[in-house]
T-cell receptor
Framework: ETGVTQTPRHLVMGMTNKKSLKCEQH?????MYWYKQSAKKPLELMFV???????ENNSVPSRFSPECPNSSHLFLHLHTLQPEDSALYLC????????????????FGPGTRLTVT | LAKTTQPISMDSYEGQEVNITCSHN???????ITWYQQFPSQGPRFIIQ???TKVTNEVASLFIPADRKSSTLSLPRVSLSDTAVYYC????????????????FGQGTTLQVKP
């Protein structure tokens, strides 16, 4: 247990469906991240939030829409996905508190295995 | 962010010490060296980080020479459960663009521990 939970753990959706992935961290961190890991590929950073504000969008298609209502929760809304979007979606958080930032120390959740049919 | 180079795969046997070396020739002054471990179908797990010389924790040791252009992760007496992918990353303490903590994961080193 890393203190970061993700739901659901597995999701199968059609290309016309709308679904959401949820991430919650119980570590008191203020930075949260979404990553995508496709088969045989390195992790790809998708979005970064610091203190609820989005600070990075790594050229992610608009069919992926993140939401961060507070520092403990992060959502990824999915709409009109493509089969190539099938992957493991990982959420992470890291501590940041001014000069004591440890942004390189990220705690990952178990991921959501997404299959788009 | 500095690019890292590490072996694609390594094999070892239970009880042996494993050393995985990573090169990062373009490391910047504010960069830290960080290692993560990932088991199949799980998120990566932070193992250790260092800036220079030697760092040791309950899981591993990290050796960094004076020029900081490389680092070596040392796993003492590995067991079958240490079979995983190990990632070497260089990251600014203060993040990438916009102070975001951006980490760039490469292919990592797949360590296979045999009985």
């Amino acid at each position: 247990e890393t203190g970061v939970t993700q739901t659901p753990r597995h999701l199968v959706m059609g290309m016309t469906n709308k679904k959401s992935l949820k991430c919650e961290q119980h570590l008191g961190h203020n930075a949260m991240y979404w990553y995508k890991q496709s088969a045989k590929k390195p992790l790809e950073l998708m979005f970064v939030y610091n203190f609820k504000e989005q600070t990075e969008n790594n050229s992610v298609p608009s069919r992926f829409s993140p939401e961060c209502p507070n520092s403990s929760h992060l959502f990824l809304h999915l709409h009109t996905l493509q089969p190539e979007d099938s992957a493991l979606y990982l959420c992470a958080s890291s501590p940041r508190a001014g000069v004591r930032d440890r942004l390189y120390e990220q705690y990952f959740g178990p991921g959501t295995r997404l299959t788009v049919t | 962010l500095a690019k890292t180079t590490q072996p694609i795969s390594m094999d070892s046997y239970e009880g042996q010490e494993v050393n995985i070396t990573c090169s990062h020739n373009n490391i910047a002054t504010n960069d830290y060296i960080t290692w993560y471990q990932q088991f199949p179908s799980q998120g990566p797990r932070f193992i250790i980080q260092g800036y220079k010389t030697k760092v040791t924790n309950e899981v591993a040791s990290l050796f960094i020479p004076a020029d900081r252009k490389s680092s070596t992760l040392s796993l003492p007496r590995v067991s079958l459960s240490d079979t995983a992918v190990y990632y070497c990353l260089v990251a600014s303490r203060y993040g990438g663009s916009g102070n975001t903590g951006k980490l760039i994961f490469g292919q990592g080193t797949t360590l296979q521990v045999k009985p």
